[in-house]
C-alpha cells in the first residue's frame, strides 16, 4: 500500500472586485458600531468604578444603584452592540452590474 500523503486542500473561488485590490470585510457602519459599543463599555466600567473611598471609614456609596445596575447594564449593552457590529451585513456596491430584466 502506498502512502499518499500528497493530497492538496481543496480551493475556494474567491469573488475579486476589479477597482479594488483587497476588498475588507467589514464596512464603515460596522466600525462605527464597533466604536459606539467600545466608547459604552469604557462609560458604564467609569460608572462602575465610582468615587474612591476615604480613609479606613466605611462608604455606602459601594452599594448604590449606579454601581451595581447601571453600569453593569451599559456594559453588557456595550459587548452586544459588538456582537452586532461584527455581525452587521455590508451592503455590496453592485452598480456595473446589468440583469436581463432591465435589457
Known amino acids: 500500500m502506498a502512502n499518499n500523503n500528497s493530497r492538496k486542500a ?15 470585510p467589514l464596512g464603515r457602519i460596522n466600525f462605527i458600531i464597533m466604536a459606539l459599543s467600545a466608547l459604552l463599555i469604557v462609560i458604564g466600567f467609569v460608572l462602575i468604578s465610582g468615587g474612591a473611598p476615604e480613609g479606613n471609614e ?28 461584527i455581525m452587521w451585513p455590508r451592503r455590496r456596491k453592485e452598480n456595473n452590474v446589468e440583469t436581463e430584466e432591465q435589457n
Not at 462608604?59 to 452592540?81: C, D, H, K, M, Y
Request: charged residues 15%; aromatic residues 12%.
Open 10 to 24: 481543496p480551493s475556494v473561488p474567491v469573488k475579486e472586485d476589479p477597482n479594488d485590490k483587497y476588498v475588507f
Open 58 to 85: 466605611f462608604n455606602p456609596e459601594v452599594f448604590s444603584a449606579t454601581r451595581i445596575v447601571v453600569g453593569p447594564t451599559i456594559v453588557l449593552i456595550g459587548f452586544v452592540g459588538i456582537g452586532v457590529g
